[in-house]
RNA sequence: GGCGGGUUCGUAUAACGGUUAGUACACAAGAUUUUCAUUCUUGGAACAGGAGUUCGAUUCUCCUACCCGCUACCA
């Protein structure tokens, strides 16, 4: 029978999500929603040591900001669902609320004679780690060594029994078969073998805080919320084996989710996994959105730095997956319908923040003049500029209609990464210049140009048709090679009085969006000012 | 140390035994432009090394090197 497409995505509320933990959620996404399938999120707090307050939320809140909605495990009003409905019917979606769950599945292992208990303390464990390593050794708790320790295998069954019954800070171990070579198969990595003598028993529950470790939680946790797909980092490969012996011991191999295992994202220079330091030291963000720790350690966000959402999911599945032609440029939408697992990269990704911004620059020139116009307002506001609904531009109080900052828009977007670039791409078209370039003065500002300037100025002032781009600009044009003037020499002495420097926007772009009448006065100025 | 995974221009990647090894970002040069930016054109730039299999290996196998991950009562 086909079995509906289910998958998860299960963070651990240790922190704020990473990038990588981004991409591994969407691609868990895409894989569901190109199936037609389910996409759950569930949280895999069993650590009650590294819970973090606020990490859950974050979680949720990036998703979100991407446009990754869960089917399950979410509700309407972003919180992780405990009680079971239609829509959720595998609640709570909270490891922690699924405590009760665990143990019985731990003890059915220990019946089956796939686990036994054990009740070495960590502290004993440690030592015997220390002891062992200062010989040389490597202490590895499986075969080799469960026979000396104290456990239900070594025990005498009454001694057993009084453990169970009158201590608590006993575990559940797996059983390691000796000398087996598990087969599995992974869809990125295809068969790979692994002897399992040279495992461990894994803790799989903990007596302590009657908690399962990761290992039993997850695999409890995949069959009974039947998921039929894993996509997961791959740190998580050298477990699969005792992964596919716990699906094993319990019987459920026929039910047992594909695995696909995803390459890490590596630093943009030198050796290692992306790490949030990566990214504070080389000045890009490694999360989602802003997050700022106990301690008050801010780490900055795609958000926040001003990327769009669409172009950090684009950016993040191109690092790792291509669709097999050439187009790198994908809505949320097309990625579902392009993605494929078999095109996933084996080999780690080295993220590159400067194509990240290139992604990020596509997509603004995408975005209507209005959408920019509306992103740019508070950052007008926050400059002291007023915005107004009528048709203002009045370079003396500030004010200056939204229409006008529709038109900037359109000038300047070409030269923009993000929207917070526009203020310093162009602050004069809404501030008059107060200060001119030195260097640029000295270059431009001469006699034998400014005297030109001027007489070109006075054509401006008169120019009495209508102040449109089409027409205006190659009437000047025309003006200035009529006379045979050098045409950068002048321009740039009108450019220095309109910006203050000789960089920026066409002339007659300006002057048709600042208008005749401060154009006179940023001309005034300049004269005043520098002769 | 043990186990597993990986290795194509600086970076991301294409190629699924036969190509002048393609594309994008970045870089450089040129063109356009009244400046800057944009845009356009062009250019440099890679199969980790060694064996084998084969008529033929970037592609398959093995070895070496390097990189990454795991090796917790963390996920």
């Known amino acids: 029978m086909e079995r509906r497409t289910r998958v998860r995505f299960a963070p651990s509320p240790t922190g704020p999500l990473h990038m990588g933990g981004v991409r591994t959620a969407l691609y868990n996404y895409l894989w569901a929603k190109q199936h037609g399938g389910d996409f759950i999120l569930r949280i895999e707090d069993t650590d009650s040591h590294r819970f973090v307050p606020g990490a859950e939320a974050y979680i949720i809140e990036a998703l979100s900001w991407c446009g990754i909605r869960p089917d399950e495990g979410v509700d309407e009003n972003g919180q992780v669902v405990s009680v079971k409905s239609e829509r959720h019917p595998h609640a709570p979606y909270r490891q922690s609320e699924r405590k009760p769950i665990y143990r019985q599945y731990a003890e059915q292992l220990v019946k089956g004679g796939f686990a036994y208990y054990a009740f070495d303390s960590a502290e004993e464990l440690a030592a015997l780690r220390a002891q062992m390593e200062a010989q040389g050794q490597t202490f590895i708790y499986n075969h080799s060594t469960r026979g000396q320790l104290r456990n239900s295998l070594t025990l005498p069954a009454e001694e057993v029994e009084r453990l169970l019954r009158e201590t608590t800070d006993w575990t559940v171990r797996f059983k390691m078969p000796e000398d087996r070579i598990v087969e599995m198969d992974d869809m ?284 205006f600009g190659p009437a000047v044009e025309t003006y200035i090679k009529e006379r045979e003037w050098p045409m950068g020499k002048v321009m740039n002495c009108l450019r220095l009085s309109l910006v203050g420097a000789s960089s920026g926007l066409g002339i007659a772009d300006m002057i048709c969006l600042i208008g005749l009448e401060e154009f006179g006065r940023r001309v005034d100025n300049a004269i005043t000012a520098l002769g």
């Open 188 to 471: 990125i990595r295809g068969h790979v073998e692994v002897n399992s003598g040279t495992l461990d028993d894994k803790v799989l529950w903990k007596r302590a805080d009657e908690l399962p470790t990761y290992h039993l939680a997850n695999i409890v946790d995949d069959h009974l919320m039947e998921i039929t797909e894993v996509i997961r980092g791959e740190e998580w490969l050298p477990s699969l084996p005792l992964h596919y012996l716990l699906y094993e011991a319990f019987g459920w191999q026929d039910t047992m989710p594909r695995f696909a295992h995803l390459s890490l994202l590596l630093k943009p220079d030198g050796k290692g996994k992306l790490s949030k330091r990566d990214g504070d030291k080389m000045g890009f963000p490694v999360f989602p959105l802003k997050w700022v720790n106990a301690e008050g350690e801010v780490s900055r966000g795609y958000r926040e730095d001003g990327y769009f959402p669409e172009a950090f999911v684009n950016l993040l599945a191109m690092l790792g997956w291509n669709p097999g032609d050439e187009r790198e440029l994908f809505t949320l939408d097309e990625l579902v319908a392009a993605f494929s697992i078999e095109r996933i990269v084996k080999s780690g990704a080295r993220f590159n923040p400067e194509k990240a911004k290139w992604f990020n620059k596509e997509y603004l020139r995408q975005k209507s003049d209005e959408t920019l116009r509306d992103a740019y307002l508070p950052i007008l506001k926050e400059q002291g500029i007023q915005i107004t609904d009528g048709n203002e531009k009045d370079f003396d109080g500030g004010k200056f209609s939204k229409e006008y900052v529709k038109d900037v828009v359109r000038l300047i977007k070409d030269r923009a990464t993000f929207v917070k670039d526009f203020w310093d791409i162009a602050p004069y078209l809404f501030r008059r210049p107060t200060a001119y370039e030195e260097k640029d003065v000295a270059k431009f500002w001469k006699e034998e140009n400014t005297v030109l300037a001027k007489e070109l100025a006075t054509f401006i002032r008169s120019w009495n048709g209508p102040l449109e781009k089409e027409t």
